[in-house]
């Protein structure tokens, strides 16, 4: 999956609505433009931002290659000196709402941005560049930033493994990181090799993967890119039973014994019904290994506090 950005103007309304981009081959006064031979670069599942007065407005993923295709009727094109040949490439439009203004986001941005062709400037969307080719780093920042949905290709498990590795393998801050990991985490590669060892909460007993989270053991932000994506280093948890076991009011011995840090923590669970469970079914060894941390550095840390 690629991801690319459109400087939309006055064909912007056309474009959308007619589910597709188009540019000429050639313009009239000028050799054939790069940013215009990137249509022929799309594929299908790609990624496409409408950038348009000063704001990605729309989302879009391509449904086709680039087909040769006569310049549109509207007036929006016809009172260019566009070429009649052209390319057209089809999309589906999905609105960003709300808007997003990269602007107000160009401290982050602006090293991103600093590339040939790229399509943003620091005033505003360059007018020389129609489509542009948006390194995957820069396409997943904009995602974040904006609170878009992903939009890749999920039509295959190895496309959507490849996509949820490629996250945590790329050089975007860890905050970023994980908001995108998080996005995708009840149908990502994480969860379904946890879901290969763990089959309900610990605690709860409920089996319902809609009702569990995909909690980390040793935390995301203290762990590497290997261990980020290692089912051992996950449990399914009840959603009550995730926030103690997160903030570390509750953990577990190797042998499945129930760790408890505070009487505030012990009241909890008398409140859920869940003060009587002592022991648990042990872990593994890979498990123990993720546990040992949990154990030492957030349950530690959590009874710390209390004195």
């Given at each position: 999956?690629?991801?690319?950005?459109?400087?939309?103007?006055?064909?912007h309304?056309?474009?959308?609505?007619?589910?597709?981009?188009?540019?000429?081959?050639?313009?009239?006064s000028?050799?054939?433009?790069?940013?215009?031979k990137n249509?022929?670069?799309?594929?299908?599942?790609?990624?496409?931002?409408?950038?348009?007065k000063?704001?990605?407005?729309q989302?879009?993923v391509?449904?086709?290659?680039?087909?040769?295709?006569?310049?549109?009727?509207a007036?929006?094109?016809?009172?260019t000196?566009w070429?009649e040949?052209?390319?057209l490439v089809?999309?589906?439009?999905?609105p960003?709402?709300?808007?997003?203004?990269?602007?107000?986001?160009?401290?982050?941005?602006?090293t991103?941005?600093?590339?040939?062709?790229?399509?943003?400037?620091?005033?505003?969307?360059?007018?020389?560049?129609?489509?542009?080719?948006?390194?995957f780093?820069?396409?997943?920042?904009?995602?974040?930033?904006?609170?878009?949905a992903?939009?890749?290709?999920h039509?295959?498990?190895?496309?959507?493994?490849?996509a949820?590795?490629a996250?945590?393998?790329?050089?975007?801050?860890?905050?970023?990181?994980?908001?995108?990991?998080?996005?995708?985490?009840?149908?990502?590669l994480?969860?379904?090799?946890?879901?290969?060892?763990?089959?309900?909460?610990?605690?709860?007993?409920t089996?319902?993967?809609?009702?569990?989270?995909?909690?980390h053991?040793?935390p995301?932000?203290?762990?590497?890119?290997?261990?980020?994506?290692?089912?051992?280093n996950?449990?399914?948890?009840?959603?009550?039973?995730?926030?103690?076991?997160d903030?570390?009011?509750i953990?577990?011995?190797?042998?499945?014994?129930?760790?408890?840090?505070?009487?505030?923590?012990?009241e909890?669970?008398?409140?859920?019904?869940?003060?009587?469970?002592?022991k648990?079914?042990p872990f593994?060894?890979?498990?123990?290994?993720?546990?040992?941390?949990?154990?030492?550095?957030?349950f530690?840390?959590?009874?710390?506090?209390?004195?």
């Amino acid at each position: 999956m690629n991801f690319w950005w459109v400087n939309h103007g006055q064909t912007h309304s056309q474009e959308i609505e007619g589910r597709y981009i188009w540019c000429p081959q050639v313009t009239a006064s000028t050799p054939q433009k790069e940013t215009y031979k990137n249509l022929t670069l799309v594929r299908p599942g790609d990624v496409i931002f409408s950038f348009a007065k000063t704001k990605i407005r729309q989302i879009g993923v391509a449904t086709s290659s680039f087909e040769v295709a006569k310049r549109p009727e509207a007036a929006q094109y016809t009172a260019t000196d566009w070429n009649e040949d052209g390319w057209l490439v089809k999309v589906l439009w999905e609105p960003v709402d709300p808007p997003f203004k990269p602007h107000e986001q160009w401290d982050a941005l602006r090293t991103q941005m600093g590339y040939l062709n790229s399509p943003l400037g620091e005033t505003g969307g360059k007018q020389s560049v129609y489509l542009a080719h948006i390194p995957f780093d820069l396409g997943l920042m904009i995602q974040a930033l904006a609170g878009i949905a992903d939009k890749g290709d999920h039509g295959s498990q190895r496309i959507e493994d490849e996509a949820a590795a490629a996250i945590v393998a790329s050089k975007l801050p860890e905050t970023m990181k994980q908001r995108l990991i998080d996005a995708r985490i009840g149908q990502g590669l994480f969860r379904r090799r946890l879901c290969g060892i763990e089959s309900a909460c610990r605690l709860t007993r409920t089996s319902d993967p809609s009702l569990l989270i995909a909690s980390h053991i040793k935390p995301w932000r203290s762990s590497d890119n290997r261990e980020r994506l290692d089912g051992q280093n996950g449990l399914l948890l009840a959603p009550h039973v995730d926030r103690l076991f997160d903030r570390g009011w509750i953990s577990f011995q190797d042998d499945g014994t129930l760790l408890v840090s505070s009487e505030k923590a012990r009241e909890a669970l008398a409140t859920w019904g869940l003060d009587a469970i002592e022991k648990v079914e042990p872990f593994n060894d890979a498990q123990s290994v993720y546990l040992a941390y949990h154990r030492h550095v957030i349950f530690g840390q959590a009874a710390a506090e209390l004195f």
